[in-house]
């Protein structure tokens, strides 16, 4: 199973076991990670599951459809690496993977 | 009331508005005992799906719980499942289950959410006619949604229509009966209705609108016929009722709370007894924004007033209102709402009707007061905002497309 690892926007680290096919946003849900809303539950309707891809897996997370872009456009604090945690799927190719919370989804 | 020091908590209904309470009484700290009682079978889970990805087959029944069992017993909430709470008894502070058992509270959540108004026909109750509200309707309906299969929708609203998209999709044959003149009449403006109207009967849907069901016709208990005020009969394997909802008010009456169309509550999910707080579909809550009370039927509200309930009893600040928001998907748009239409006195469409890619913004009094956005999230994301801080925005600027939504919302903040 591969592992992502949650940052809190202090630094507080989360790494947790994921399951394939899950999203980024779904695995955060069921493990308490705190710093993602998520009230769509994934719909890409919201834009309240945003998080910070790091760097190094910019290439493998890809990139977001033009429905989530648009969303991102808006979103408070968007960077280069922002993405919807709803909009990436676990799969063994992300394992390692780091993602970095906001401070507010609001 | 401080209830601070609350060490009892007890929440009626486990949806959207009850899990929501539940959580923010953890994140805020609240150390006592909590226990949530809920008539269905399973834990709090997303509805939503149920006329979406989830009927198509697309989205595992897993994937609709907001937390898994384990959260549960890790944050120490106790849940009562299959039980219903008959009564609440005001002056002894306790609940009455169905199951027989009382239990105290110091503080109470009423989250009882709504029920799908029933066909006021005759047949109503012929096997194969079917309500859309929870996980075991959705096991009822899907061994039904077969290829060829004929099914009548009666309804026209967004549960009956993602049904009918859904049901498309998989193949039935689908007709949709709605009694007003349009679709969506109770919900948006002639504009989307006439929208939705074409699309569905692009994807083959036989839309008919101004069809007043008399009644449903059946051999042996079975659902043959639904049968039209004009005496028109259609033949059906299955019929969809989605004409609506009945909040769940019933306790909260009897425990003499006031009730209008919904348990009324103020700004903080609070009803008249200060220990008593109500939240999600259930109620009719202050719409400060818009001057007025009423009642919503959406996720975004369930949420919203989870949190208000959760900060009060917990003594925190007030959370911050959003804008009220929703959204439907059918076929491959996705339709994004924020802001409430009712009364508005003008609209000014953006974009590309034809190209399923626009906007319906309504004003009242030259403000923006909510925007429905077909395939179009710019349009939605900014208008929260826009609605919320009051700007006006002319509306020959919302209409010109060759200004991006971003610099809109830049030129009136
Ligand atoms: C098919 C469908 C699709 C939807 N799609 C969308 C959408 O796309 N976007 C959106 O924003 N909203 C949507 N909604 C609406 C949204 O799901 C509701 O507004 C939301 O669930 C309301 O939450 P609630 O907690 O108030 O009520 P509910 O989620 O209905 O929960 C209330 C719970 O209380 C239980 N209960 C009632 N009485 C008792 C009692 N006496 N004792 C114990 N338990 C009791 C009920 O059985 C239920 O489990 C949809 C709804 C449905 C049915
Ligand atoms: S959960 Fe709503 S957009 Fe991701």
């Known amino acids: 199973m591969p592992t992502i690892t949650y940052i809190d926007h202090d630094g507080t680290e989360r790494p947790i076991e994921a399951k394939n096919g899950e999203t980024v946003m779904e695995t955060a849900i069921k493990n308490s990670v705190p710093g993602i809303d998520a009230d769509c539950g994934g719909a890409c309707a919201c834009a309240t599951c945003h998080v910070y891809v790091d760097e190094a897996y910019m290439e493998k997370v890809g990139q977001p459809e033009e429905m989530e872009q648009s969303m991102l456009d808006f979103a408070e604090n968007v960077q280069a690496n922002s993405r919807l945690s709803c909009q990436i799927q676990v799969s063994d190719e992300l394992d390692g993977l780091r993602v970095t919370t906001p401070e507010s989804q609001h | ?413």
């Open chain 2, 1 to 413: 009331m401080d209830l601070s020091a609350a060490q009892k908590i007890v929440i009626i209904g486990g949806g959207q508005a009850g899990a929501q309470v539940v959580q923010s009484l953890r994140q805020f700290g609240y150390e006592g005992d909590l226990v949530l009682v809920g008539d269905e079978a399973a834990l709090p889970y997303q509805r939503p799906p149920l006329s979406k990805a989830y009927m198509k087959g697309e989205l595992g029944e897993d994937r609709l719980y907001f937390k898994p069992a384990a959260w549960y017993e890790d944050n120490k909430v106790e849940t009562l499942l299959s039980q219903r709470v008959e009564k609440i008894d005001r002056a002894r502070r306790q609940v009455t289950l169905e199951h027989g058992g009382h239990l105290d509270y110091d503080a109470l959540i009423i989250a009882t959410g709504s029920r799908p108004r029933p066909l006021p026909v005759e047949g109503a109750d012929l096997e194969n006619v079917f309500d859309l509200r929870g996980l075991a309707d959705v096991e009822h309906i899907q061994p039904k949604m077969i290829p060829g299969h004929r099914l009548v929708i009666v309804g026209a609203g967004y549960i009956g229509l993602e049904a009918a998209a859904v049901a498309r999709q998989l193949g039935l044959e689908v007709r949709v009966l709605e009694m007003e003149q349009r679709a969506l009449a109770r919900v948006t403006s002639p504009v989307i209705s006439s929208f939705y109207e074409a699309l569905h009967m692009e994807h083959g849907v036989d839309v008919r609108c101004g069809a007043r069901l008399a009644r449903l016709k059946g051999e042996d208990g079975k659902l043959t016929h639904a049968v039209l005020a004009s005496g028109e009969e259609i033949e059906a394997d299955m019929v969809l009722a989605g004409i609506g909802i009945v909040p769940n008010v019933e306790l909260a009456e009897d425990a003499g709370l006031p009730v209008k169309n919904g348990i009324i509550v103020d700004e903080d999910a609070r009803t008249s007894d200060p220990r008593i707080f109500a939240a999600g579909d259930c109620t009719v809550r202050p719409l400060a924004h818009y001057a007025r009370t009423g009642r919503l039927e959406s996720v975004h509200n369930a949420i919203e007033q989870g949190k208000l309930a959760a900060a009060a009893i917990m003594g925190k600040p007030r959370p911050a209102l959003d804008c009220p928001w929703f959204w439907s998907d059918q076929y491959d748009i996705k339709l994004q709402i924020a802001g409430l239409s009712m009364g508005y006195d003008e609209i000014v469409v953006r974009g590309d009707i034809e190209a399923k890619k626009f906007a319906a913004f309504y004003l009242k009094n030259g403000l923006l007061i909510a925007v429905d956005a077909i395939n179009s999230p710019p349009e939605f994301i900014a208008s929260k905002r826009l609605i919320m801080s009051g700007a006006s925005v002319a509306s020959e600027t919302l209409k010109d497309t060759s200004i991006s939504m971003k610099e809109i919302a830049a030129q009136a903040a």
